[in-house]
């Protein structure tokens, strides 16, 4: 396997970003942050990629931040401060990203681990996959946008019992609850949520993507502005090369350019 601490690959449509520090269960430290918003933004950026698979090498999906130490000097909140503001803008990227996310999670997504893969739109878990808000357990609050995710994904009092708790989450629980959207045998898994994702090869990217935009604030927009986003972004795609031939194809009974998918899950 290439020694870079992020993998970068195309799969058809999917690109496949695989955090790769196995021997630390794929711990974040800067280096492999950087990378990460180098995959992010690459994956943004070529028009011919539809969709991304993020997943983790050697078993795990990440263990967090290294708490190694980084060797910089200063004082501690604002070396922290600063450090998370970073990570704050790649992530952001990440759940920002105008096209379909799915983290494949197998064994540990712990911590920092679990908040970037909360970042996705859809998770698949392996059936041996760990979710764990470990952060009490090392005296930290969550972060990485795990206080703003976890609730809207499992509800208010599910979320605060699962940081309060730092208790393991495993797999079939974690469907259960919402929290992940399907489990896979972990030989599959990776496959698994490559098949998903081409399921989005066909679709008009540019019209899921500005859905996605407007979901992605349902919760803190009130109607009113939730009417004018949806306005705003119908008028765009009723003036798109693609819509003229979608309703053309319509009206002629033809096969159309996206079908739709019967069931994602």
Do not use: W
């Given at each position: 396997m290439n020694d870079s601490k992020v993998l970068f690959e195309k799969d058809g449509k999917t690109a496949v970003i695989t955090l790769n520090r196995p021997h630390r269960r794929n711990a974040l430290d800067d280096e492999s942050k950087q990378l990460l918003a180098a995959a992010i933004r690459t994956a943004r950026e070529d028009a011919s990629i539809a969709s991304v698979v993020l997943t983790g090498a050697g078993g795990h999906f990440c263990s967090g931040a290294d708490l190694g130490g980084d060797g910089k000097e200063g004082e501690m909140p604002f070396l922290v401060r600063d450090a998370l503001l970073g990570a704050h803008r790649w992530h952001a990227e990440l759940m920002d990203l105008e096209k379909p996310v799915i983290s494949a999670i197998d064994g540990f997504a712990v911590g920092a681990g679990l908040s970037l893969a909360l970042a996705a739109d859809f998770i698949i878990a392996s059936d041996r996959a760990r979710l764990v808000s470990n952060f009490p357990r090392i005296g930290f609050a969550p972060d990485l946008g795990l206080m703003y995710i976890l609730p809207r994904l499992v509800g208010l009092v599910r979320a605060k019992e699962i940081v309060f708790s730092a208790r393991d989450v495993l797999a079939d629980e974690a469907l259960s609850i919402g929290l992940v959207q399907a489990v896979a045998p972990a030989e599959r898994l990776r496959q698994t949520a490559i098949d998903?994702?081409?399921?989005?090869?066909?679709?008009?990217?540019?019209?899921?993507?500005?859905?996605?935009?407007?979901?992605?604030?349902?919760?803190?927009?009130?109607?009113?502005?939730?009417?004018?986003?949806?306005?705003?972004?119908?008028?765009?795609?009723?003036?798109?090369?693609?819509?003229?031939?979608?309703?053309?194809?319509?009206?002629?009974?033809?096969?159309?350019?996206?079908?739709?998918?019967?069931?994602?899950?």
């Open positions: 998903y994702a081409r399921r989005f090869d066909d679709a008009p990217t540019h019209v899921l993507g500005m859905a996605k935009g407007i979901m992605n604030r349902a919760f803190e927009t009130d109607r009113h502005a939730m009417t004018q986003l949806e306005t705003a972004v119908q008028g765009i795609c009723a003036a798109s090369s693609y819509n003229a031939e979608a309703v053309r194809r319509f009206f002629a009974k033809e096969p159309p350019m996206y079908a739709g998918v019967e069931r994602l899950f």
